[in-house]
Nanobody
Framework: QVQLVESGGGLVQAGGSLSLSCVAS????????MEWYREAPGKQRELVAR???????NYADSVKGRFTISRDNAKNTVYLQMNSLKPEDTAVYYC??????????????????WGQGTQVTVSS
């Protein structure tokens, strides 16, 4: 069974930093794009950052220059380094990965997988 597990959330003061990690495990054949989303109370889930399998990164305008997404393909892991945090960054952060997995029958298929989310709270 394929799982994505996030870690690294917590409480930090405005201006501080946090680093999130998301590890994909299971019968993974390969990992395509990996992304970080966030969902604040009363708001829709939004894309924060995306990194392609080749390492090309894209960011939401609200986090450009403050957040950095990276990945370790050998470890099926994606990271999000968050600096200069603001109260408006407070949200549950979710990782999403486009994975090619091997099913029980041995067939290979591609699908999107989500982690369970990790809370990031930035106090003013």
């Amino acid at each position: 069974q394929v799982q994505l597990v996030e870690s690294g959330g917590g409480l930090v003061q405005a201006g501080g930093s946090l680093s999130l990690s998301c590890v994909a495990s299971g019968s993974i054949w390969s990992t395509n794009a990996m992304e970080w989303y966030r969902e604040a109370p009363g708001k829709q889930r939004e894309l924060v950052a995306r990194i392609s399998s080749g390492g090309t990164a894209n960011y939401a305008d609200s986090v450009k220059g403050r957040f950095t997404i990276s990945r370790d393909n050998a470890k099926n892991t994606v990271y999000l380094q968050m600096n200069s945090l603001k109260p408006e960054d407070t949200a549950v952060y979710y990782c999403n990965a486009d994975l090619v997995v091997v099913g029980e029958s041995g067939l290979v298929s591609s699908d999107d997988y989500w982690g369970q989310g990790t809370q990031v709270t930035v106090s003013s």
